[in-house]
């Protein structure tokens, strides 16, 4: 069984993805892939999971204790891994995972993106990265990269990095480069 680490808000957006991550998740429960996140039941972490748990998919949660306490842990959950700080489950979330996915988020998945790409970027790991640029989150971010390619501040973007801003083509995406 693959496993994609899915890093995403633990926030509900201004812009409709519910349907979107129906449909991601109905993906992930009928190719077998364990879904590996952050453990939450808040915003689109919630509702991602809540989805693949309905549809008989695997998931695995990697929380903190913090989180943990204050009763933010689904039930539903396969697997529970509570780390001690950010870092650490960052680094378990990364070992842990086939491949990552970026759905829209705000400062800590962004956090997640650059830490992920920077590891795929110095070779430290062999993983693509999907990135769902549903209603342009991460344009701005796209092109500031862009940017410091321009400006020699990076040699190149990694080939196994893909961008998708449907969930159609995040899913095509995946099939052609992952199953």
Not at 13 to 42: H, M, R, W
Not at 78 to 100: A, G, P, T, V
Not at 112 to 129: M, P, Q, R, T, W
Not at 136 to 143: G, V
Request: with cysteine.
């Amino acid at each position: 069984m693959k496993s994609a680490g899915i890093f995403l808000s633990s926030r509900n957006p201004t812009f409709e993805i519910d349907s979107d991550l129906e449909i991601f998740a109905s993906f992930l429960a009928q190719k077998n892939i364990k879904l590996v996140y952050g453990g939450g039941k808040c915003g689109l972490m919630g509702k991602l999971s809540e989805e693949v748990a309905k549809n008989k998919g695997k998931i695995k949660g990697i929380s903190l204790p913090m989180f943990d306490d204050i009763g933010v842990t689904p039930s539903y959950l396969d697997e529970l891994e509570i780390q001690d700080n950010f870092y650490i489950r960052k680094k378990s979330l990364i070992d842990q995972s086939d491949f990552f996915v970026i759905m829209p988020g705000g400062v800590g998945t962004a956090d997640e993106f650059f830490d992920v790409l920077n590891h795929v970027a110095l070779g430290l790991i062999d993983k693509k990265i999907f990135i769902y640029n549903k209603n342009d989150c991460w344009t701005d971010l796209l092109k500031w990269l862009d940017k410091n390619i321009e400006q020699n501040m990076l040699s190149k973007m990694p080939d196994t990095v893909f961008v998708s801003d449907s969930i159609e083509g995040l899913i095509e995406s995946i099939k052609k480069n992952e199953i």
